[in-house]
């Protein structure tokens, strides 16, 4: 969409480089944007053996609210309901096999619960896509290459 008139070639040629730039900080932002998914994944506490398991499901949020928990592109989780958010590692998990008992995860065994599910539940390739993006940002913290 044009925002200057043509009067003359140099305004012309302006008004092509801003929508150049425009479309370039456009495509950009689609990029970086942030994306959530559900956080759909086997109990990533190593201490009490779950992360071993291979008994994915939904996790929800225990702070009183029950909402359902996603996981975003930056690795940031977040409830649903109540949108109480913060990086995953200052997350707590607890399942059944240690209900009540939160602990925290361990890099390695939360990526590779990711990867698990990655090949049971994304189905499409916006899930599989996004879950990439997931894995890859962790692989990044923990200084790997992907």
Known sequence: MERIKKKD??????NKNFVCIDQLLHNYNL???????????SCPVSSTGCSKSQDPGYWYHSGGCGGSMEISTDVYMRCKKCYTSGHWKGWSFSCSRHP???????????????????NLYATDSEKKNILKLIIRKILEEMDLTY
């Not at 008992?101 to 590779?112: G, I, M, T, V």
């Open 9 to 14: 070639d140099q305004k012309l040629q302006v």
């Open 31 to 41: 990029i970086k944007m942030v994306q959530w998914i559900e956080l759909y994944m």
């Open 100 to 118: 009540l008992q939160y602990e925290k995860a361990d890099d390695r065994d939360f990526l590779q619960n990711l990867g698990f599910v990655t």
